[in-house]
C-alpha cells in the first residue's frame, strides 16, 4: 500500500480526493490536515511515502509546507494538488522540491497515476502542466542548454544514461529492466546523478537533462 498525507485547507474537497485515492485499492490516505503546519507535523508522526498538498492554505502554504519537508522528512515525496496552473506556480512548486503537480480540475484517474509514480520514485506532471514546462523548456535560451551540456559531461556514461531515462520518466523498476540492472543499483546512481548535479529531485534531474539534449524533444 502508498500511505498518504493529505493536506487541504477544505474539507469537502480532502474528502473527495480522499475518496478517489481510496477506491484505486493501493493507496491509504493514512493521515489528513487543514494546513501546511499541520501537514507538516502529521508527517513526522505518520511518515507516509507521500505528501499530497494543496498550494494554497492558512498558515503555512503547501510550497512552503513542501520545502519544510524536504529538510526534515527528505524520504517522503511530495505532490502539489491545486487548481492552479499558472506559470509562477508550476515553478515555484518545482523549486521546493516537488516530485509531482496535479490540477484538481483534472481527470481523477490523473491523480491516482500522479501518485502511484511519484511512489514507484519516479515524477509526474499532469498533462496540461507537462505541456507548459516543456513549452518553456523549448523557448529557452542557449546559456541555459550550454550551461546544462556543461553540468552533464561532468557524469559517466552509465550516469547519463540514467539520466536520460529518468529525464523519459522511467521509474527506477523501468530504467532497472532498461539497463539490465538491479532495481537497488539503479536508485544509488539516481542519488549520485542527483548529488553531482546539484538538483533536488528527479523532476529538476528531467528538465537539466531536456536542456542538455539527452532527451528526445518529441
Do not use: W
Amino acid at each position: 500500500m502508498i500511505r498518504v498525507l493529505l493536506a487541504d485547507d477544505e474539507p469537502m474537497i480532502r474528502a473527495g480526493v480522499a475518496a478517489i485515492l481510496g477506491a484505486a485499492g493501493d493507496i491509504d490516505v493514512v493521515a489528513e490536515a487543514g494546513d501546511g503546519h499541520q501537514a507538516v507535523e502529521l508527517a513526522l508522526k505518520h511518515r507516509p511515502d507521500l505528501c499530497l498538498l494543496d498550494i494554497r492554505m492558512p498558515r503555512l502554504d503547501g510550497l512552503e509546507a513542501a520545502a519544510e519537508l524536504g529538510r526534515v522528512l527528505p524520504e517522503s515525496a511530495v505532490v502539489m494538488l491545486t487548481t492552479f496552473s499558472e506559470d509562477a506556480y508550476i515553478a515555484s512548486a518545482l523549486g521546493s522540491g516537488a516530485a509531482g503537480f496535479v490540477l484538481k480540475s483534472g481527470d481523477p484517474r490523473e491523480l491516482i497515476s500522479g501518485v502511484r509514480a511519484v511512489a514507484e520514485g519516479g515524477a509526474y506532471l499532469t498533462p496540461s502542466v507537462a505541456r507548459r514546462v516543456i513549452s518553456h523548456l523549448g523557448t529557452g535560451q542557449l546559456g541555459r542548454r550550454a550551461d546544462a551540456r556543461a553540468r552533464t559531461e561532468q557524469l559517466t556514461g552509465r550516469e547519463r544514461e540514467v539520466l536520460a531515462l529518468v529525464g523519459s520518466g522511467l521509474s527506477n523498476a523501468e530504467i532497472a529492466r532498461r539497463l539490465h540492472l538491479v532495481e537497488g543499483t539503479v536508485k544509488a546512481y539516481v542519488s549520485q546523478v542527483l548529488a553531482r548535479l546539484g538538483v533536488r529531485n528527479r523532476v529538476q534531474a528531467a528538465i537539466l537533462a531536456y536542456e542538455a539534449g539527452l532527451v528526445p524533444q518529441e
